[in-house]
């Protein structure tokens, strides 16, 4: 972690937590598309705001990506966004059997949702926490703003290489938010 924002053994937890919740959505993609998905195994770190999306940027430089995003809140708050590579969008509108001009868009802001709702209730689940939801919307690179105030970021990538789809979904956590994250993630650690 480029900042201490979570003690190691709370920083532990989430991690597996994070992977559950993660392995649950993969679950509900594999079940969605009906094939074999990949995950990457999530990673917690920290990161100025306005820099979250820098690093799947640099992953891909030349090309195009596409991005919801869809904030949270209740007992546990931050935003989630879900990157899709440029080529994913596009499929799957095809996919999910929609067939307009806006089918990729419509696909995409379907499954980010679909994987911000499993991964999201997820972690609120098993922390025993509540979570609400904003409406997913659609993210362009034009968009990425932000402050400099760190948050916590949790990112993993879905991968369905038969069906030509990847994705990562990172979910920002406000510095503000991490007392509630610490309580939870407390709470969690004595049941164990």
């Known amino acids: ?9 709370h920083q532990d937890a ?8 993660m392995g649950r959505a993969g679950a509900v ?12 195994v999530p990673q917690i770190d920290s990161s100025p705001a306005n820099r979250v999306m820098d690093d799947v940027i640099a992953e891909s430089p030349q090309q195009n990506w596409l991005a ?9 708050e931050g935003e989630a966004v879900v990157v899709f590579d440029g ?35 997820g972690i609120g689940e ?25 948050v916590l970021v949790i990112g993993t990538t879905f991968q369905i290489a038969e069906r030509s789809l990847k994705n990562n979904v990172l979910i920002a956590l406000p510095k ?3 007392p509630q994250l610490v309580r939870a993630l ?7």
């Open 68 to 76: 919801i995003r869809q904030a949270f809140c209740d007992q546990l």
């Open 87 to 121: 080529h994913s969008g596009s499929n799957l509108g095809a996919l999910v059997g929609l067939g307009n001009a806006n089918s990729g868009d419509e696909a995409m802001l379907d499954v980010g949702n679909m994987l911000v709702g499993a991964c999201v209730n």
């Open 126 to 150: 098993i922390l025993g926490t509540r979570v609400s939801f904003s409406p997913p919307c659609m993210w362009s690179q034009e968009e990425q703003n932000g402050t400099d105030d760190i």
């Open 176 to 178: 503000h938010a991490l």
């Open 186 to 192: 407390g709470k969690f650690l004595e049941l164990l």
């Open 14 to 21: 989430l991690r597996e937590i994070v992977n559950i919740a």
């Open 1 to 9: 972690m480029n900042h201490a924002l979570l003690a190691a053994d």
């Open 29 to 40: 993609l594999s079940e969605v598309f009906d094939s074999f998905v990949t995950l990457s």
